[in-house]
């Protein structure tokens, strides 16, 4: 069976890529502000600038780092069930995205600046819908600011079993999350183990890691989180105008984070994240949903999957702008040319409003474009049974498959699937019988009633109370 695959880059043009990234790193360097990691990289064969805090990677110190990243990633639930695995030869996955500001009432439609509340709903519907493999962090307005990736983090540990790729805002949070996440497991031992926590922490582009964020990788590092490192450059505004200079700069950065993580530890599991989205020349605003995204995004995906072997986390699941339509069109071209160019994980699901929003109602939809987007990653089997010509034999000429057998089977294996969001009947008389229901008004029929209807189990009772006296303790502390 011949799988779909979008390719928009040969291997001359993928291995191009990749010596220009080496060439970056070694000639024009990362600017470094952290003497520890100066001094390990150091050990390990860069050249250190410590005046310039300039950090020169070699080529064959990189090539070895990039080799020691695991080819698959475990991403840990509460419990195993909820446990989801990344890899090159595994199902798809998807988790929305972090920092998020807003969110869109499944019962009023009306958006509003989140608040706790509202970030337990959302990661209720998450916990519940089967495509949604983990959840990411939320910016709750009712929350100290600077605590608020505590308060998020506590949510999550507290409503939900999914993995979680979660970001801190300093240093000295993270110190804090590290201790909420030691009430929970026990002991540093227990938690390396299964962490249900991802870091997310991303180079400043262009080319740039300063004091804290490098700070946060070493720590997570040591207390065995894997990690999840975004590179968010904005093209023609914080990377090159082309989409091959784009490429050529963002490989560049994640090699660097890279070499920082496996020189730390080596074998140390992180995804492969590469985001970069669109600079819109007019206001400056940044653009997922421009039709040069796909083309990137299709791009980094021949990267991991052909270069280095490595599923490829990217943002397949966002999308520009307010309006219903291109929210859907855009989510769809970005979903279609990760899937089909190799990616793996899937960010955005649930994301709407230029990643300014959350809605429930939009993650019910996400989940189902992602059951569309498995479908076609099983792709056309010609073996003889689905070629069926027995089949077409006994059902004859005139005949019909409806009651056959073998329509039974496909059915059954997942081959026609059942679209429960999707108006299917092509009768209009049918559907204003039904009341007239679109695509969004049945998914917000589903989002509030998994709202009225699914308990998570509980932390155990002392455990909460421990969350609850941390971030009490980091709040007086910090959020002053």
């Known amino acids: 069976m011949r799988k779909p695959v979008l390719r928009f880059l040969s291997e001359g043009d993928l291995q191009s890529i990749y010596q220009a990234s080496l060439r970056v790193l070694d000639e024009v360097g990362i600017l470094l502000e952290h003497a520890e990691a100066q001094d390990m990289l150091e050990g390990a064969g860069a050249r250190i600038d410590r005046e310039a805090n300039r950090a020169y990677l070699p080529p064959d110190l990189v090539d070895r780092c990039r080799r020691q990243i695991p080819k698959q990633l475990t991403y840990h639930g509460r419990t195993p069930e909820f446990d989801r695995v990344v890899s090159l030869d595994g199902p798809l996955c998807g988790r929305h995205t972090g920092g998020c500001p807003g969110y869109i009432d499944p019962y009023t439609g009306e958006y509003r600046l989140a608040r706790i509340e509202d970030w337990k709903a959302f990661v209720t519907v998450s916990d519940y819908l089967p495509k949604i493999g983990m959840v990411a962090n939320q910016h709750c307005h009712d929350a100290p600011g600077r605590t608020n990736d505590l308060h998020s983090l506590r949510v999550v540990l507290e409503n939900q079993r999914k993995c979680s790729v979660h970001g801190a805002n300093t240093i000295a949070t993270l110190r804090y999350q590290l201790e909420m996440l030691l009430a929970v497991y026990g002991t540093r031992e227990a938690l390396a183990a299964r962490p249900m926590i991802h870091h997310m922490v991303p180079p400043i582009n262009p080319l740039f890691f300063d004091e804290d964020h490098t700070a946060q990788i070493l720590l997570a590092v040591d207390?065995?989180?894997?990690?999840?490192?975004?590179?968010?450059?904005?093209?023609?505004?914080?990377?090159?105008?082309?989409?091959?200079?784009?490429?050529?700069?963002?490989?560049?950065?994640?090699?660097?984070?890279?070499?920082?993580?496996?020189?730390?530890?080596?074998?140390?599991?992180?995804?492969?994240?590469?985001?970069?989205?669109?600079?819109?020349?007019?206001?400056?605003?940044?653009?997922?949903?421009?039709?040069?995204s796909a083309l990137i995004l299709a791009a980094i995906c021949q990267l991991g999957a052909e270069l280095f072997g490595l599923p490829t986390e990217a943002i397949g699941l966002l999308s520009d702008g307010f309006s219903g339509a291109q929210t859907q069109a855009h989510k769809m071209q970005n979903l279609i040319f990760q899937v089909l160019a190799g990616g793996k994980l899937v960010a955005g699901t649930g994301v709407t409003e230029s990643i300014m929003a959350l809605s429930p109602v939009q993650l019910v939809i996400d989940d189902e474009y992602l059951a569309i987007a498995e479908r076609w990653l099983r792709g056309i089997a010609t073996d003889p049974p689905n070629l069926a010509v027995d089949v077409i034999a006994r059902v004859g000429p005139r005949g019909d498959y409806l009651s056959d057998e073998h329509t039974l089977d496909a059915i059954r294996a997942g081959l026609l699937l059942d679209l429960p969001l999707a108006e299917r009947d092509g009768r209009r008389a049918m559907w204003e019988l039904g009341g007239e229901k679109t695509l969004e008004s049945k998914a917000a029929a589903k989002a509030r009633q998994i709202l009225e209807t699914h308990e998570v189990p509980p932390l155990p009772d002392e455990v909460q109370r421990e969350l609850a006296a941390i971030l009490g303790k980091a709040d007086g502390a910090l959020a002053g």
């Open 223 to 292: 207390y065995g989180l894997p990690m999840d490192m975004p590179v968010m450059s904005i093209v023609g505004i914080t990377s090159p105008a082309t989409a091959a200079g784009t490429l050529v700069q963002n490989l560049a950065e994640e090699l660097a984070a890279t070499t920082l993580v496996q020189t730390r530890r080596p074998g140390h599991p992180q995804a492969f994240f590469i985001d970069p989205c669109v600079g819109n020349m007019r206001s400056g605003a940044a653009l997922v949903g421009a039709p040069e």
